[in-house]
């Protein structure tokens, strides 16, 4: 409808605003769902393929390495976030999103197409290796730069919901990829997925990655040209600006991603390892425990937009500090499936108060300039410490009797994350996408009144 000028009625304007908002978070997250799908499909997968590319040691010593091949790949992050996040505040988001995507469909072609231990001996773990190289190179600089484009092009007092797609769509890869382990379960027997089956899903998500590298480029450019030329853009000299802001994401991510890891990828494992349930109805649970933990994501985003992202991280970290120990525990002890799921979702809930808004809560505190940087690389170091090594130290402890020790571990760093949570600044009033941007004066503030 228009009036009698010609000119578009501003209701139809914002509309067509909103809707092309949506189809640009549309097309980014399916990247960010294809980039998941491609670098959890080795954690998924690893029950079958670890015997053939460590073939010495019984089931827990192979899955240790393979889970030391899966952390080795989170290492590479770090360089991924400074490197996309460095590209994305200078050249764009859009150019550094399309770059990722094709990297993680050369990674997983790479895998595919892997010779095993039989055939080329120690070879295959090192080329294994290389592959899982790549994958965490382009996961280090998908995360920061999704992150930073979904909070840039998402409709302001919606932020929260529109920005929790991201984890919508990372938890769908990682859902996509048990989905596709349990048809293949299916329809292969333990031996065919052993011997060939496991290479199918890399296939899979090299392709979908060409699919995601198609719709990347139809998206709009989000950072302006007067800040990717500037030249502090993507810098480490602009981001140590902002270094309190940076180490108060750099502590609640630890907790964060390391509760995360602990109830998604390791828990198949643990399920198999501990509780002595079947690998198959061990990953039928896992897969349940996922689905519904996808489609909560956006209430905890809309939540954050009611209550505050400050709300949200208190509740994540305090509620967690407490829950992990007896949760484990008690998940470890039972071999009911309808008890295991229940307890999981237990955790799952909570750790969604940080799942459903871990993007924007990290945007809202680096100004444009930095803030691919700032949002990818905190994340990516946190990650990689803490998130890419839960399976291999929990594994480690389990080897040598002391088990109980990694659920202390994860509490003590969800403890960190509460009290960074404490000092984080509240976004809607300090923030850089809502608030006035006076993140680091409050910060700063903070910590006069804590060192008092």
């Known amino acids: 409808m228009s009036d009698s000028a010609g000119v578009m009625s501003p209701r139809l304007d914002e509309a067509a605003d909103n809707r092309r908002r949506i189809k640009a978070i549309v097309a980014s997250s399916s990247g960010n769902l294809v ?18 590319f460590f073939p010495e040691g019984d089931d827990t010593s192979q899955l240790l390495k393979s889970a030391a091949v899966f952390a080795v790949g989170f290492f590479m992050r770090p360089i991924g976030g400074w490197l996309f996040g460095r590209l994305a505040d200078r050249l764009g988001r859009k150019k550094s999103m399309m770059i990722s995507v094709l990297m993680m469909c050369a990674g997983s072609l790479m895998i595919a197409v892997l010779p095993t231990y039989a055939s080329v001996g120690h070879l295959a773990p090192a080329l294994l290796l290389l592959a899982r190289m790549i994958q965490g190179l382009s996961v280090g600089g998908e995360y920061g730069t999704s992150a930073t484009y979904m909070s840039e092009i998402a409709i302001k007092g919606r932020r929260g919901f529109f920005a929790s797609f991201q984890y919508v769509t990372l938890i769908g890869g990682q859902l996509l990829a048990s989905l596709v382990l349990i048809v293949l379960q299916g329809f292969l027997t333990a031996q065919q997925l052993t011997a060939w089956g496991w290479r199918i899903p890399f296939v899979i998500g090299a392709l979908a990655a060409v699919v995601a590298l198609y719709l990347r480029s139809s998206l709009t450019e989000t950072a302006t040209q007067a800040d990717m030329n500037s030249k502090e853009s993507g810098t480490f000299a602009a981001l140590f600006k902002h270094w309190r802001a940076f180490c108060v994401v750099l502590a609640y991510t630890a907790g964060g991603s390391l509760s995360f890891y602990t109830f998604t990828t390791y828990m198949p494992k643990y399920l198999f390892n501990t509780a002595h349930i079947d690998k198959i109805t061990a990953s039928q649970i896992s897969t349940a425990a996922l689905l519904v933990y996808m489609i909560i994501q956006p209430f905890f985003g809309w939540l954050s937009d009611k209550i505050g992202r400050k709300a949200n991280m208190l509740l994540y970290s305090g509620l967690g500090t407490l829950m992990v120990v007896p949760l484990m525990t008690t998940i470890g002890s039972t071999t009911n499936p309808i008890l295991s799921f229940g307890l999981i979702m237990i955790g799952l809930t909570v750790i969604s108060f940080y799942t459903g808004i871990s993007g924007i809560v990290k945007a809202e505190l680096f ?17 990689s410490l803490f998130g890419g090594t839960a399976e291999a130290v929990a594994l480690y402890l389990k080897q040598i009797g002391s088990e109980s020790t990694f659920f202390w571990y994860v509490t003590v760093m969800l403890g960190i994350a509460f009290v960074a949570s404490l000092i984080m600044p509240n976004p809607k009033r300090h923030g850089y996408l809502d608030g006035d941007g006076t993140v680091e004066e409050a910060l700063g503030a903070k910590a006069r009144v804590v060192h008092a």
């Open 367 to 383: 100004p444009t300039q930095v803030r691919a940087l700032g949002v990818g690389l905190s994340y990516a170091v946190a990650n």
């Open 35 to 52: 980039e998941w799908f491609d670098f959890y499909c080795y954690a998924f997968f690893a029950l079958y393929f670890a015997p053939v």
